[in-house]
């Protein structure tokens, strides 16, 4: 291997597991930096670019978007930070700042949002990546590194639709699914001052989401519980992949409520309650570069903490057989082995 050039753990065929291969590093241009990795978090995304679910991956495929590390190098236009600078960098590593999204502010909703991605050319699961300047977020000096990592992602994911449909202290919230996203917004909720329901078809977590701050639980399977529930909720934040009774689950909003979902599920729902209940369902993806300075504060002064795996970045195969077999709690986050694990 030259000295100049870096590894990462990378995916050569649709499916496959990572093989740690060898690349020379990207160009540095006039307002990036150059960020060596000392952790990043496992996201189901990641494990769906792998499998060519959006159909926008190139193989070789090096994936990893929850960063934290060290800024190695700035382009000769960086004047927001130096080489040393701790920082945090999430799905987003660039936009064209051009089109009517981003000159709004809204730089997630880029025209050119595919390769924006911090991922491309190589993502984070490697020694070292490239980003916009604008997209690497310094870090508060108290929060440890692998939470830092899980917030670049899944922090402003379930950050950025409660601050705007919830924040006004009012709102009932139930969050839909206990698991990666969902525990981290419960806790985003119950500190935003929500009344907030965890709905789960796992009894089990009961006990886990009144810990992270729910003030109840129902269990999704308990059609009597479920029927008590209706109209109950302003607000349903689905965290949840599948699984789901749809038309249950509308029935616990309000006249006028929200769904809002995180992911990508599959939604089958009869049109007529959506209809005569005045229901909007909504898309939620990431957030402004504002919205990520905000909720890095917020966790920060609110003591929000996701669950973590930590593993090294060598063992990210087994990381990506966990979280397919649904046994992540809550989420992984892989350390490269130069770091000490409380950085």
């Known amino acids: 291997m030259s000295t100049s050039s870096l590894m990462g753990y990378a995916a050569k065929e649709v499916g496959q597991p990572l093989e740690l291969i060898e690349y020379e590093p990207p160009e540095l241009g006039e307002l990036d930096v150059r960020v060596s990795v000392t952790h990043c978090g496992l996201c189901h995304t990641d494990i769906h670019a792998i499998d060519n679910y959006y159909s926008i991956t190139s193989y070789p495929f090096v994936p990893g978007h929850e960063i934290v590390g060290h800024v190695s190098a700035v382009g000769r236009a960086v004047s927001s930070l130096k080489e040393g600078d701790r920082v945090g960098i999430g799905w987003q590593g660039r936009s064209c700042m051009k089109c009517e999204w981003c000159l709004k502010g809204e730089e997630q909703l880029c025209i050119d949002i595919v390769p924006s991605g911090t991922w491309i050319p190589h993502g984070g699961f490697s020694s070292s990546v490239v980003v916009d300047s604008r997209f690497a977020y310094p870090l508060p000096p108290a929060m440890p590194s692998p939470v830092a990592a899980v917030l670049m992602c899944a922090g402003v994911t379930v950050y950025s639709p409660?601050?705007?449909?919830?924040?006004?202290?009012?709102?009932?919230?139930?969050?839909?699914?206990?698991?990666?996203?969902?525990?981290?917004?419960?806790?985003?909720?119950?500190?935003?001052g929500c009344e907030v329901t965890a709905l789960s078809s796992s009894p089990a977590k009961r006990e886990q989401a009144l810990a992270?701050?729910?003030?109840?639980?129902?269990?999704?399977?308990?059609?009597?519980?479920?029927?008590?529930?209706?109209?109950?909720?302003?607000?349903?934040?689905?965290?949840?992949?599948?699984?789901?009774?749809?038309?249950?689950?509308?029935?616990?909003?309000?006249?006028?409520?929200?769904?809002?979902?995180?992911?990508?599920?599959?939604?089958?729902?009869?049109?007529?309650?959506?209809?005569?209940?005045?229901?909007?369902?909504?898309?939620?993806?990431?957030?402004?570069?504002?919205?990520?300075?905000?909720?890095?504060?917020?966790?920060?002064?609110?003591?929000?903490?996701?669950?973590?795996?930590?593993?090294?970045?060598?063992?990210v195969n087994e990381a990506i057989r966990k979280v397919k077999e649904n046994k992540a709690r809550y989420r992984i986050v892989l350390a490269n082995p130069t770091t000490g694990v409380g950085d």
């Open 212 to 315: 992270f701050g729910a003030d109840h639980f129902i269990d999704t399977s308990d059609q009597e519980r479920m029927g008590q529930a209706d109209y109950a909720f302003d607000i349903l934040l689905c965290a949840a992949s599948g699984g789901m009774n749809w038309e249950a689950l509308l029935m616990t909003l309000k006249k006028k409520g929200r769904l809002v979902l995180l992911g990508f599920p599959d939604v089958v729902l009869n049109s007529t309650d959506l209809v005569a209940h005045q229901i909007s369902i909504t898309g939620s993806f990431l957030g402004t570069r504002a919205t990520m300075k905000e909720m890095l504060l917020f966790a920060q002064d609110h003591g929000i903490t996701p669950v973590i795996e930590l593993m090294p970045m060598s063992q």
């Open 162 to 192: 409660l601050r705007t449909y919830a924040a006004d202290h009012t709102k009932k919230v139930a969050v839909i699914g206990v698991g990666g996203l969902g525990h981290l917004a419960i806790q985003f909720a119950h500190s935003l």
